[in-house]
């Protein structure tokens, strides 16, 4: 099941662009065999970091944005080969980045095959400035969806967003009872950036696509999200623990703890259930020295009836309680 993200990168330089091609063309993440999985458009692999400084210095824009990065991951048991993921990344570059340099990495040293796609901001025909919108990665995944078809590959339903049928996902159940329909688009914008997120950097970067900003720090308790329209609004204020901060730093944690991919199936007590349910054991994992950021505790209900509205608006929106939770503990 083949699905395309965009990876935020915040550090915009020559450096960080040759840092980003050297991590993605590891030898001992893209060497099948005798194949190396590295491969360019417009560009050689080698020598491409030299060839896009290159094409930014002729053309006289060597400020700003340098090179964007994409990810295009298949399923665990998709039926295709490395040789053929990479076939696939080229074939998704030359049809979306027609003018640009390019180079295209197959990973293949974790449970899933995927492809990492540089891509430099400077088109090397023209000398145009490479800009993304949200409807320019939206054409992306469905270029990615097409030729993956072609190849005879799944991809993800795009459920109906109007369809009575379609379980409502964390907080949309509440803001629709309160009439608060602009928060109810952000909450959705949310859930939808999610499904794409392996970490916070990622998470960002799709809100941002979608019009959103969103200020998070280590400093503060809160995330702040700021709709299009100049709205503010806390991550207290959604409705729904779920989004809380520290909700959202365990469920990150879990992702890169299982070596979660994007569009990967949700369990059926919700995502952050899944993700309480491992914490203990994967606080245990981080603590014998993983590189990944301490989790926080459970959360904990103290009142009765808390207990009780959290289970029935979580019977509400379609999902599952475990035996102990008709006034138990909540394990979102």
Not at 146 to 161: D, S, T, V
Not at 214 to 223: C, E, F, S
């Amino acid at each position: 099941m083949a699905t395309f993200t965009a990876i935020n990168c915040k550090h915009q330089s020559s450096g960080a662009m040759r840092g980003t091609l050297d991590y993605v063309s590891q030898e001992k993440k893209t060497r099948w065999g005798d194949a190396h999985l590295v491969v360019g458009h417009n560009c050689i692999p080698q020598s491409a970091c030299t060839e896009m400084l290159t094409t930014k210095q002729h053309f006289r824009k060597t400020d700003g944005r340098q090179f964007y990065h994409f990810v295009q991951s298949f399923a665990e048991d998709d039926p295709i080969t490395p040789q053929e993921a990479n076939a696939i990344g080229l074939e998704l570059a030359q049809r979306e980045f027609l003018g640009f340099e390019v180079v295209i990495a197959t990973h293949v040293d974790t449970n899933h095959i995927h492809n990492h796609l540089v891509v430099n901001s400077v088109s090397c025909v023209d000398g145009k400035k490479l800009h993304q919108s949200a409807d320019d990665l939206l054409a992306h995944r469905q270029a990615s969806d097409e030729i993956c078809l072609a190849h005879g590959l799944r991809i993800l339903e795009r459920p109906e967003k109007q369809s009575r049928m379609k379980r409502m996902k964390p907080g949309e159940y509440q803001a629709g009872l309160c009439g608060d329909s602009w928060k109810l688009d952000l909450i959705q914008a949310i859930n939808e950036a999610l499904e794409y997120a392996i970490d916070r950097g990622s998470f960002i970067a799709n809100m941002e696509l979608e019009g959103y900003q969103v200020i998070w720090t280590n400093t503060r308790k809160h995330v702040t999200f700021i709709c299009p329209d100049g709205r503010h609004c806390r991550d207290s204020s959604l409705h729904d623990e779920t989004f809380l901060k520290e909700n959202l730093e365990a469920l990150f944690a879990y992702r890169q703890a299982v070596g979660f991919y994007p569009g990967s199936a949700e369990p059926d007590e919700g995502w952050l259930g899944e993700a309480a349910y491992g914490l203990l054991q994967l606080g245990k994992e981080l603590e014998q020295g993983a590189d990944l950021p301490p989790l926080p505790a459970p959360p904990a209900w103290s009142d009765s009836k808390l207990r009780r509205r959290e289970a029935l608006k979580k019977l509400a929106m379609g999902q599952k309680l475990s035996n102990d939770q008709s006034y138990g503990m909540m394990t979102y």
